[in-house]
């Protein structure tokens, strides 16, 4: 999927050890898991902020989003619907969640039953 040309980005992106980045964000998600059974809020919410905040969470999102996802080859509102594994590592480095979702935007798509 991937250039002939590998730039250090997608050397990098392609070398990454999904098994062990899997692990990682299972093993925050389990301790999420457990510290809500034990109804301990602020364990919860610490946990939860590490994981946003983790490098395995954001490339394992990234990945799941553009190469696993069925809808992978859909293109969105901007009309892409493919990166390259240089723009999947620079879309995991720069991504960050601060808590407040942006608006969406809405396309009706026609059915062609009516």
Same mark, same amino acid.
């Given at each position: ?21 899997? &692990? ?25 902020? &590490? ?64």
């Amino acid at each position: 999927m991937c250039d002939n040309r590998l730039s250090s980005s997608e050397e990098q992106w392609k070398h990454l050890n999904w098994k062990v980045l899997n &692990f990682n964000v299972s093993k925050i998600q389990k301790k999420i898991y457990i510290a809500s059974k034990m109804q301990k809020k602020r364990e919860v919410a610490s946990l939860q902020k &590490f994981l946003v905040r983790s490098w395995s969470a954001r490339v394992v999102a990234v990945r799941r989003v553009s190469q696993d996802n069925r809808g992978k080859v859909t293109p969105g509102v901007d009309d892409i619907f493919s990166l390259t594994c240089k723009q999947r590592l620079e879309l995991a480095r720069c991504l960050s969640i601060d808590g407040k979702a942006n608006k969406i935007r809405r396309i009706y798509i026609p059915r062609p039953d009516g």
